[in-house]
């Protein structure tokens, strides 16, 4: 699988979001930087990683670009972007300066970053709205809040100039929430190009192995199967490390007999995968440790059985928790009827997270959970992960000799016009399945 480039995006898709985007902004202006440079130290430039927000609507991932769209009866995308610099491309590769930038992503205007102070003013003064998302705390943002207190003061006397400043993800979250076929078919990819590396990671799993050693060959199958490397930061959590949720230290040696939870994700096309898989580093699941694992994988399988178009978000968390409530209750560890447990959330402290989180462009990708005051209701088109999981660290309850065990499996999941795909099928989460990827030759 090669590895894509983001700009080969079918120019029609692009088109249509921009289109979308026009249709909800009436006489609104929308502002869209590029994400900043981030620097280590001094001039040590991190991998840079691209706007997602930004590119969504325009297909630019370059830095120091600026979109200003603006809806109304003519709507138009005027682009800022970095001139050409030889001296600069010595060192950091080509740029697409004015005319490359024109004819790529065929903006209304084109014209180089410098020239934004003098013309910003003239884009927004007639928006009843600046969409824009504050928070940066830099020369942009102080430009857009200059222009806000300009129209204040001459509102009252000509009714026009902007009002107010709205977050850009009231127009652009509903529709980065509903994928297109192009975005289905990269974060299919995406799944599985993270299931490739999760199998990479268990044939090195054993006991006396760094978690270090399962995250490096994780990530390295990554980008030999085409990925551009994880799309957050990699969890290697063996023992009371995978109680841990967001466990990125991946420092510890693995132990004789411990579990190792592996929640990684590979970006493909600037779309990530997220799945997350529990092996036992001795090639076997103790008996405890295969106890909680049935309920957790019962959990897994009812929520996504729980998929189709018509049900809430909730109610594939739902699904989840209440074959964990009961779970928990004939593992000995909670006791009374599963329906008040479940009411009193008596289940907490061993499945504290929800079940679910839109993923697309981000491995959060944004969206609402609730709208109107009811949980969010599933539509064909949306991504999402399911992953249900128990954890007894400390503080918990031991009886049982559950102590210590964490599991959670979780994969990727699209909803269909009929029920769902599931992206990340191919890696089973079947208790002799996970087994014997444990140190798999092949």
Not at 57 to 63: I, L, Q, R, Y
Not at 134 to 156: K, S
Not at 200 to 213: D, F, K
Request: hydrophobic share 40%; net charge negative.
């Amino acid at each position: 699988m090669t590895r894509p480039d983001p700009h080969d995006t079918p120019r029609d898709r692009i088109d249509a979001r921009r289109q979308a985007v026009f249709a909800r902004l009436d006489a609104g202006v929308m502002v869209l930087p590029a994400a900043p440079v981030q620097y280590s130290s001094r001039d040590g430039a991190r991998p840079y990683h691209p706007d997602r927000e930004l590119y969504y609507v325009t297909g630019s991932t370059e830095p120091e670009t600026i979109a200003v769209l603006s809806g109304g009866n003519e709507p138009r995308l005027v682009l800022f972007v970095r001139d050409r610099d030889p001296e600069a491309e010595l060192w950091g590769g080509v740029r697409l300066g004015i005319n490359g930038a024109s004819e790529r992503f065929r903006p209304d205007e084109c014209h180089p970053i410098s020239d934004l102070p003098a013309k910003l003013p003239d884009l927004v003064e007639r928006a009843d709205r600046i969409f824009f998302r504050l928070g940066r705390g830099d020369a942009l943002e102080q430009m857009v809040v200059e222009a806000l207190g300009r129209a204040r003061a001459r509102g009252p006397r000509t009714g026009t100039g902007p009002r107010a400043i709205v977050d850009p993800g009231e127009i652009l979250d509903d529709l980065r929430l509903l994928k297109d076929e192009y975005e289905l078919e990269t974060l299919r990819h995406a799944a599985a190009i993270s299931v490739e590396g999760q199998r990479a990671a268990a044939r090195v799993l054993a006991p006396g192995v760094g978690e270090w050693t399962a995250e490096a060959a994780l990530e390295g199958a990554f980008r030999s199967a085409g990925g551009s490397g994880p799309a957050f930061e990699t969890i290697v959590g063996s023992g009371k490390n995978a109680c841990v949720l967001h466990y990125v230290t991946n420092r510890a040696v693995v132990r004789e007999g411990a579990l190792v939870l592996i929640d990684a994700g590979s970006e493909y096309g600037l779309y990530a995968g997220d799945v997350t898989r529990t092996y036992p580093a001795s090639g076997r699941f103790t008996g405890p440790q295969r106890d909680v694992y049935e309920v957790v994988e019962g959990a897994l399988r009812a929520a996504i059985a729980a998929v189709t178009p018509g049900v809430s978000i909730a109610d594939v968390h739902d699904a989840a928790t209440r074959v964990l409530a009961q779970g928990l209750v004939e593992l000995g560890v909670l006791s009374g009827p599963v329906d008040e447990i479940i009411e009193g959330e008596r289940y907490k402290p061993y499945f504290p997270h929800r079940t679910s989180h839109w993923l697309g462009l981000d491995v959060h990708d944004p969206g609402d959970y609730v709208r109107d005051g009811a949980s969010r209701v599933l539509e064909p088109g949306m991504v999402f992960t399911v992953e249900p999981g128990l954890y007894f660290g400390p503080g918990v309850t031991e009886s049982g000799g559950f102590g210590g065990i964490g599991i959670r499996l979780e994969d990727d999941v699209a909803v269909t016009a009929d029920g769902c795909e599931v992206l990340s099928a191919d890696l089973p989460t079947g208790l002799d399945d996970v087994e014997a990827l444990v140190g798999a030759s092949s």
